[in-house]
């Protein structure tokens, strides 16, 4: 069952330079994604989402882009800091219910 | 800031054992709800529980599992005969029932099934 699909699972970016993490979804009823960030013996932490009515949203230094048409969604971290270093998890809620769907994660690996 | 809590973080037991996971939500949140990810997997959602009463379920969440909110703060997680495939961690998550969706998730616990 693959839902939610992270086609990436590393990426390496310099420090200071823009991070692009990617997010396809099959599944036309969610209406709602997030993105998460997890380190190694940790949860997941919440990072930012966006209603399906939208197609932007912005906190800081981390932008969410949604394109329905194309059931397409990316995460844009800029500037990206070593401490941004960690696996990131797109999830997707159904409308009308509870339960993320999460993709398989991308490991962003962000060199000094 | 307040944060979802759980315990053990480390669980070893043997097959055919129960095992109880505990979790304390965040202490205004309504809804709550159990994830797990075995090694090298997705994060898979198991339940979700609202008002005392599970209100959805995956397939995984099979007759072997149950949840229970006790006394108000606690929410566990029981697995009456542990399989080998049980293995993972287990994330407790929670949400504050407003309009936004987003869920919580605590530090988890690896449950090691030998």
């Known amino acids: 069952d693959q839902q939610v699909k992270q086609n990436s699972p590393s990426l390496s970016v310099q420090e200071g330079r823009i991070s692009i993490l990617n997010c396809d979804y099959t599944?036309?009823?969610?209406?709602?994604f997030l993105w998460y960030k997890k380190y190694p013996a940790e949860g997941p932490t919440f990072l930012i989402s966006?209603?399906?009515?939208?197609d932007k949203n912005e906190d800081g230094r981390f932008t969410v882009f949604l394109n329905k048409s194309a059931k397409h969604l990316s995460l844009h971290i800029v500037p990206s800091q070593p401490g941004d270093s960690a696996v990131y998890f797109c999830a997707a809620r159904e409308n009308a219910g509870n339960m993320l769907t999460f993709g398989g994660g991308t490991r962003l690996m962000v060199k000094p | 800031e307040p944060e979802v809590t759980q315990t053990p973080s480390h669980q070893v037991t043997q097959m055919g054992q129960e095992v109880i996971l505990r979790c304390v939500p965040i202490s205004n949140h309504l809804y709550f709800y159990w994830y797990r990810q075995i090694l090298g997997q997705k994060v898979e959602f198991l339940v979700s529980?609202?008002?005392?009463?599970?209100?959805?379920k995956s397939e995984i969440f099979d007759d072997q599992f149950s949840v229970e909110r006790p006394d108000g703060s606690n929410f566990t997680l029981k697995i009456r005969s542990t399989k080998l495939e049980d293995s993972a961690m287990y994330f407790c998550?929670?949400?504050?029932?407003?309009?936004?969706?987003?869920?919580?998730f605590g530090p988890g616990t690896r449950l090691t099934v030998t």
């Open positions: 599944n036309s009823m969610f209406d709602y």
């Open positions: 529980f609202y008002n005392n009463e599970i209100s959805e």
């Open positions: 998550a929670d949400s504050s029932g407003d309009s936004s969706y987003e869920q919580y």
């Open positions: 966006i209603s399906s009515i939208k």
